[in-house]
């Protein structure tokens, strides 16, 4: 016995569904499957074709009707009967890790260009820092000459505002004797 599963949604490529519809065919003990991903008027779909008994068919079906990967996105379902071959689950696995391979060959790649990229950046960010660094050095030397200088002027006119202050004072006990205040 054999059949065609359709199953069509927003969501259905990229999230493992082919491999979600094998693993349950190889628990189910079907040894003929295939599933492979099409694009029908903007939709994704992925379509899967397995050949068992009886029993593992109908199973099969009901895990597919009732059940998608995490991520996936599902809006319709659909099983007919089918008369084509079937692909042997081993080859059709062999077919499927060599693709998912291909897959992470290609990411592994883009990473590479990326992190060249990203080490560019860090080199000229590298050199600001430095750059930023001597700046800061600068800035700090500024900042201690400042400090010094505002100090030394400090002593020079404390003296002085000791002097006058108490020059005030004196000025401010005689004023109030005069006027006849404690």
Same mark, same amino acid.
Request: cysteine-free; proline content about 2%.
């Given at each position: 016995?054999?059949?065609?599963?359709?199953?069509?949604?927003?969501?259905?490529?990229?999230?493992?569904?082919?491999?979600?519809?094998?693993?349950?065919?190889?628990?189910?003990?079907?040894?003929?499957?295939?599933?492979?991903?099409?694009?029908?008027?903007?939709?994704?779909?992925?379509?899967?074709?397995?050949?068992?008994?009886?029993?593992?068919?109908?199973?099969?079906?009901?895990?597919?009707?009732?059940?998608?990967?995490?991520?996936?996105?599902?809006?319709?379902?659909?099983?007919?009967?089918?008369?084509?071959?079937?692909?042997?689950?081993?080859?059709?696995?062999?077919?499927?890790?060599?693709?998912?391979?291909?897959?992470?060959?290609?990411?592994?790649?883009? +990473? *590479?260009? &990326? %992190?060249?990229? /990203? @080490? =560019? #950046? !860090? $080199?000229? +960010? *590298?050199? &600001? %820092?430095?750059? /930023? @660094? =001597? #700046? !800061? $050095?600068?800035?700090?030397?500024?900042?201690?000459?400042?400090?010094?200088?505002?100090?030394?002027?400090?002593?020079?006119?404390?003296?002085?505002?000791?002097?006058?202050?108490?020059?005030?004072?004196?000025?401010?006990?005689?004023?109030?004797?005069?006027?006849?205040?404690?």
């Amino acid at each position: 016995m054999k059949l065609k599963a359709t199953i069509t949604g927003p969501k259905i490529h990229e999230v493992g569904y082919r491999t979600f519809l094998m693993g349950a065919a190889l628990d189910l003990g079907i040894e003929r499957f295939t599933a492979f991903n099409r694009r029908e008027n903007g939709k994704q779909i992925v379509v899967a074709t397995v050949e068992g008994n009886e029993e593992q068919i109908a199973a099969f079906k009901e895990f597919a009707q009732k059940e998608k990967p995490e991520l996936a996105e599902v809006s319709d379902r659909a099983f007919v009967d089918f008369n084509g071959n079937v692909m042997k689950i081993e080859a059709y696995s062999l077919l499927n890790t060599n693709e998912q391979l291909n897959k992470g060959i290609n990411a592994i790649l883009r +990473m *590479d260009i &990326k %992190m060249g990229s /990203m @080490d =560019a #950046k !860090m $080199g000229s +960010m *590298d050199a &600001k %820092m430095g750059s /930023m @660094d =001597a #700046k !800061m $050095g600068r800035l700090i030397e500024t900042q201690s000459r400042a400090v010094e200088e505002i100090r030394g002027i400090r002593e020079d006119i404390q003296p002085g505002y000791a002097t006058n202050f108490r020059q005030m004072q004196s000025d401010i006990r005689a004023i109030k004797e005069r006027l006849g205040m404690p």
